[in-house]
């Protein structure tokens, strides 16, 4: 790794703006070097110090525009006290009181700040970068004349979603800055097992962008070289790679220490501190004074004080259920929209489409994203058309990158976008899963901001596709608060639901049964309706036995007690999160007798919770015990008659059979 000595050229600062620098690189070190002191006396917990890299984060954040939004990693703090985040609130986030920024709920830098134009991390560290692409594109799509700029570290380069992130960047040609603080090691790993390309800035040339290598100790530099590029980038969008290099004096986080630092190595770069050598730097110029320091230091002492008092003085969180899952979702009732009188005999398919159409016309800030979905109109063809009815911006084919199109998809909400993303098959979301699960799902919980996304999931077998186009995945995400899951069975419900699912601010999983596309058709009103969430159908009375159901599961069920003329309700459930309770009370206390029926493999599936549902709580109701019928606990088989066997379908009859007999 190439490292010369500081040298600093002022060219086009004022003295005044060089001794602005100075006191915004003093903020976070003094900060850290209290937060020390506090560790040390058991008053915080963990700690992440960002010593000897302050220079790229106050470099960064000066040099950008108040309104950009920056996405900040563990090691930024200088980010913080350069957009000037108040300090009480700040120390309260670290001490996991109520007034902090995720009031409680999320530790260290893991929150962001939108007055502050601050998006913090999640743990997993690569996501950022696909966030602010994300924000990039709605720049450009405004065409706002705006940049984004996210920091990873160079372990984080190693990451999928970095390659991603990039390169989607690179194809839209994005105005994002991607900052790779290069600052030695991974927790433990040095850089010669973490890539073996000379420099990181050498990935440049990989995904067609610009790249440069700066010295990230270097005030002036950085600063200098982020304000030209971003001035650049809002003129002429594109992505630029830039890999300043610094290194971590201190521990990954604290506890851990550097016993593994080479002394030499440690004894080189505290030599080329960020903060004492522009300290002498200046004073040796006559630009700035002993006086001046002690000034500033008097300053921001006294700040850190008055944060602490304040942050100390508020007793701890109090816990409260309602509070608590209050702010799981977004506020979101979503006036339900009737459907008019007229109606058009409509496939499956149809109906998403058209109520994928109906979307777009309704929220003009509604954008298309998926495999193949713009002039190819999409491998199911529900978007065959899009583009001429809205164009290439909002229809948006994607490179083959699940993980950074949702991430980007989040960032598009994060600048008042509503983005739907197709899943070319819903097996494909397991290379999505992190942002879903992580970002998507815990981002209003953590600190309030909302992830307006739809993710279209063509699920499902019975079409002979084998083990990777067949799977039924909505357990996957039911099981993680923050997400709603969607599952209509017929093409009026599809419409409706999906146009609620693009109205609601919440992030939505949207199953669509592929086998059902084309086999299925129905009466579908015209125009824009809604069909509300948390609302099951009574799809055929009974009175002996309830079949709980939803997706293709409602058709098996309707074929075979048509077939076998038995008296069963068939409850189609529609949505899976949030589920209508009101809806199962009341049928269970009808019929005495359930059997749940899904598509899914029986073990882990929402059948388990729904069977425990009513174990629980109309127990008292029940004339025998509740049955599941499930498809069998392997992959998805490919062969007709393997298949066939594997599905919940094939076992249904003797289930229900079983039931009535008890
Ligand atoms: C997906 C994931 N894997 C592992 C970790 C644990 N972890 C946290 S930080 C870190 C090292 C990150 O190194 P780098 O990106 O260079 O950033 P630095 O800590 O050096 O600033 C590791 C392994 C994690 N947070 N997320």
Redesign the pocket.
């Known amino acids: 790794m190439l490292k010369t000595a500081l040298t600093y050229s002022v060219e086009g600062y004022s003295e005044e703006s060089l001794r602005e620098l100075y006191r915004l690189l003093l903020a976070p070190r003094m900060i850290e070097e209290k937060m020390l002191k506090l560790l040390r006396q058991g008053r915080i917990s963990k700690w992440f110090s960002g010593i000897g890299q302050e220079a790229i984060s106050v470099g960064a954040a000066a040099a950008l525009l108040q309104d950009e939004l920056i996405f900040t990693?563990?090691?930024n703090l200088g980010v913080f006290t350069t957009r000037q985040v108040p300090l009480g609130k700040l120390f309260a986030q670290w001490q996991g009181k109520r007034s902090g920024y995720t009031m409680g709920r999320d530790r260290s830098f893991h929150f962001g700040s939108m007055p502050h134009g601050i998006v913090g991390m999640i743990?997993?560290?690569g996501p950022q970068l696909s966030l602010a692409a994300g924000v990039a594109l709605a720049h450009k799509l405004a065409g706002e004349g705006r940049v984004s700029l996210a920091f990873?570290?160079?372990?984080?380069t190693s990451?999928g979603e970095f390659h991603e992130a990039l390169n989607v960047a690179a194809v839209w040609k994005l105005p994002v800055i991607f900052v790779i603080?290069n600052?030695g090691?991974?927790?433990s790993t040095p850089t010669t097992e973490q890539y073996v390309c000379p420099d990181l800035v050498d990935k440049g040339i990989g995904y067609g962008i610009r790249a440069e290598q700066i010295d990230g100790n270097n005030i002036l530099e950085v600063h200098r070289r982020i304000r030209e590029i971003a001035a650049g980038i809002r003129e002429n969008p594109q992505p630029v790679l830039l890999e300043c290099l610094t290194f971590?004096m201190r521990g990954?986080e604290e506890a851990s220490g550097t016993k593994y630092v080479p002394d030499d190595l440690m004894a080189h770069w505290a030599a080329l501190d960020p903060l004492t050598n522009y300290q002498s730097f200046l004073q040796a110029e006559g630009i700035l004074s002993d006086y001046d320091i002690e000034l500033m230091r008097d300053q921001i002492r006294r700040e850190i004080e008055e944060g602490l008092q304040e942050a100390f003085s508020e007793p701890d969180c109090e816990a409260t259920i309602g509070e608590e899952l209050a702010d799981v979702y977004a506020p979101w009732t979503g006036t339900e929209v009737s459907p008019g009188p007229e109606n058009r005999e409509m496939r499956f398919v149809d109906a998403v489409s058209d109520g994928l159409r109906e979307g777009m016309s309704k929220h003009p800030e509604l954008v298309l994203m998926g495999q193949d979905i713009a002039d190819y109109g999409g491998v199911f063809k529900v978007t065959d058309g899009f583009v001429e009815a809205f164009g290439k911006e909002r229809v948006r084919n994607t490179p083959l990158c699940e993980s950074a199109i949702v991430g980007i998809a989040l960032g598009l909400s994060l600048k008042g976008y509503k983005a739907m993303v197709e899943m070319q098959f819903a097996d494909f979301v397991s290379c999505g899963f992190n942002q879903i699960v992580n970002n998507l799902a815990k981002l209003h919980y953590r600190w309030g901001q909302t992830a307006d996304v739809c993710i279209r999931m063509p699920t499902g077998a019975g079409v002979g596709a084998g083990p990777f186009h067949s799977q039924s995945n909505e357990a996957w995400f039911t099981h993680t608060p923050g997400l709603k899951v969607v599952y209509p069975s017929n093409p009026h419900d599809a419409k409706g639901l999906l146009l609620a699912s693009l109205a609601d601010p919440n992030p939505v999983l949207f199953f669509e049964h592929k086998a059902l596309y084309r086999r299925v058709s129905g009466a579908v009103p015209d125009g824009y309706y809604t069909v509300p969430f948390g609302k099951a159908r009574v799809v055929r009375d009974g009175t002996q036995a309830t079949i709980l159901t939803y997706g293709m599961g409602v058709h098996w069920a309707v074929e075979y007690v048509e077939e076998a003329e038995a008296d069963a309700e068939i409850v189609d459930l529609r949505t899976l999160q949030p589920l209508d309770y009101d809806a199962i009370d009341e049928t269970v206390k009808k019929c005495h007798r359930v059997l749940i029926l899904h598509e899914d493999t029986l073990f882990g599936g929402i059948g388990g919770e729904l069977s425990a549902y009513i174990s629980e709580h109309l127990f008292e109701h029940l004339d025998a015990p509740v049955i599941r019928v499930a498809s069998l606990n392997t992959p998805v088989p490919f062969a007709g008659n393997l298949e066939e066997n594997f599905l919940a379908k094939s076992r249904l009859k003797e289930g229900l059979e079983k039931l009535l007999a008890y």
Request: hydrophobic share 15%; proline share 0%.
């Open positions: 990693m563990h090691r743990s997993h560290l990873t570290g160079e372990g984080g990451q603080e600052n090691y991974g927790l971590r990954h």
